[in-house]
């Protein structure tokens, strides 16, 4: 028997491929399945079976064109509605792979059809537990992706925590939980950086899994204090229920070369969004006018997601030559299919043809301590989520999160100065990139962010630890849509 855990740190994402005796198993593919086929050719296995949870709202599963290229069968749980084939498992049935067997187990919260599968060995002894977004290491799923009709947040939860107590906890110790997600995940609150662990010491360590925990302090503490899901969520989870086009031709139109006329062509005709993934530094130095900044070596597709609303969007790529397949696939990750092709050359081609440059001024902490002592410094945005500002900031800040940009840009002026800032320079570039390329041309980006503005002598307020905020604060912090 073998068993792989394949992460993706980006999604905070884990899939799992399972072998026995020339037969596999994979859970909750990523949408790429090069990688897979290549595994399954290497250890000379056929695939069987691909399990799914339940329908992820944060990625766009590859159980479709898996199943196409190798003939295995799809799985879900009870309950889970979908308009392509596959087989829908009942609660408690087991299913042979090679010398090994899977018990399928309802495992109803995060949503209805969430399914959990247990692992046993070759001689029938419980191994480990494959429980998507039902159970993570130090958290649970958050049960309000899900709601339908008269069914709220609260009932949800109340179904995750009978899941938890008559499915789950029964199981002995020394099986080990493999959860789809780690910290980073928006599908919990608060995931541990570890990515398995035993289910007994999750006994021991997970505040949903305290022997003394009733339903109704569960249900208090689990569907409250959740700011409001990613909009791309409630999408991603309508592909993978519906289907989606196949990623060879979503690589094929979108890993296309082009040059600096046929870009700039399409950008008009197609109303395309130009997206640079480059480094921050290398975007700030000279970027495309319009263009928007999303670094492909940071948490990539989970901003993609929450940023660009459409996710036909068409999309022209400038990033570096070598990763644009990259770009394209991590982009189809989050179900953003439309791509178009990208720049031929980079930013050097651009340059070369004689097309239009702009540039973002960036400053270093110490430059806009001095603004603020002389009064040139009027307005400063702290991107950072709403928990993190209010953990601490400067007094002179205003609190801005990247997140709810689209929802919020109308509080700002055009013809003011904005000085930008976040955690360590990321986001802060995002935003930047954003409100130029809607019509604010006076924005300062703040170089090293809050890591390097802890340093400086700017008032700051006192800090206070993000588990120890008031409760009443938490709750401003999920209304700061409106």
């Not at 570890?194 to 109704?216: F, I, M, P, S």
């Not at 991107?383 to 209010?390: A, D, L, M």
Request: charged residues 25%; aromatic residues 8%.
């Amino acid at each position: 028997m073998k068993v792989e855990q394949i992460y993706t740190g980006c999604l905070a994402q884990g899939a799992y491929y399972i072998e026995s005796a020339g037969e596999a198993v994979i859970i909750d593919p990523l949408r790429e399945t090069t990688p897979y086929l290549n595994k399954l050719q290497k250890n000379g296995a056929r695939l069987k079976y691909i399990f799914e949870t339940h329908f992820h709202a944060d990625f766009v599963s590859g159980h479709l064109d898996l199943a196409k290229k190798t003939g295995a069968t799809i799985v879900y749980g009870p309950n889970a509605q979908t308009e392509f084939e596959k087989y829908e498992a009942r609660d408690g049935e087991e299913l042979k792979v090679g010398q090994v067997t899977f018990r399928v187990l309802h495992t109803p919260g995060h949503t209805p059809e969430s399914t959990t599968y247990l692992l046993l060995d070759e001689n029938g002894r419980e191994h480990a537990l494959f429980t998507g977004d039902t159970l993570f290491i130090g958290d649970v799923g958050r049960p309000d992706l899900a709601q339908k009709g008269d069914l709220t947040s609260e009932d949800l939860a109340g179904w995750l925590y009978d899941s938890l107590r008559t499915k789950i906890m029964p199981l002995p110790d020394d099986v080990i939980v493999y959860p789809a997600h780690g910290a980073g995940s928006a599908c919990g609150k608060n995931m541990s950086k570890e990515t398995w662990d035993t289910l007994g010491n999750q006994k021991r360590v997970n505040y949903a899994l305290r022997a003394d925990l009733t339903r109704e302090a569960f249900i208090r503490e689990v569907a409250t204090g959740l700011l409001p899901p990613p909009q791309y969520f409630a999408k991603n989870a309508a592909l993978n229920k519906t289907g989606y086009d196949s990623i060879d031709n979503v690589l094929r139109r979108g890993a296309v070369p082009l040059s600096p006329q046929e870009f700039e062509q399409i950008v008009e005709s197609e109303d395309a969004l130009v997206l640079d993934t480059r480094k921050e530094q290398d975007f700030k130095n000279g970027f495309i006018p319009g263009s928007v900044f999303i670094g492909i070596d940071g948490s990539f597709a989970p901003w993609v997601g929450a940023l660009i609303v459409d996710l036909r969007q068409p999309i022209v790529l400038v990033c570096d030559e070598n990763r644009a397949e990259e770009v394209v696939t991590r982009l189809a990750r989050v179900g953003y299919d439309n791509t178009l092709g990208y720049l031929a050359g980079g930013i050097a081609a651009w340059k070369a043809a004689g097309k239009p440059i702009e540039t973002i001024e960036s400053i270093t902490p110490a430059a806009l301590a001095e603004r603020v002592q002389t009064g040139t410094a009027d307005h400063i945005l702290d991107v950072r989520k709403p928990t993190e500002y209010r953990s601490q900031h400067l007094t002179a800040a205003e609190n801005f999160p990247l997140d709810f940009i689209n929802q919020n840009m109308d509080q700002l002026d055009r013809r003011e100065t904005y000085h930008v800032h976040c955690a360590g320079g990321y986001r802060s570039m995002i935003t930047a990139s954003i409100l130029k390329a809607r019509g604010f041309d006076q924005v300062v980006d703040v170089s090293g962010g809050w890591k390097a503005l802890e340093q400086t002598n700017l008032p700051k307020t006192a800090y206070v630890a993000p588990e120890d905020l008031p409760q009443e604060l938490i709750d401003e912090v999920v209304n700061v849509r409106t």
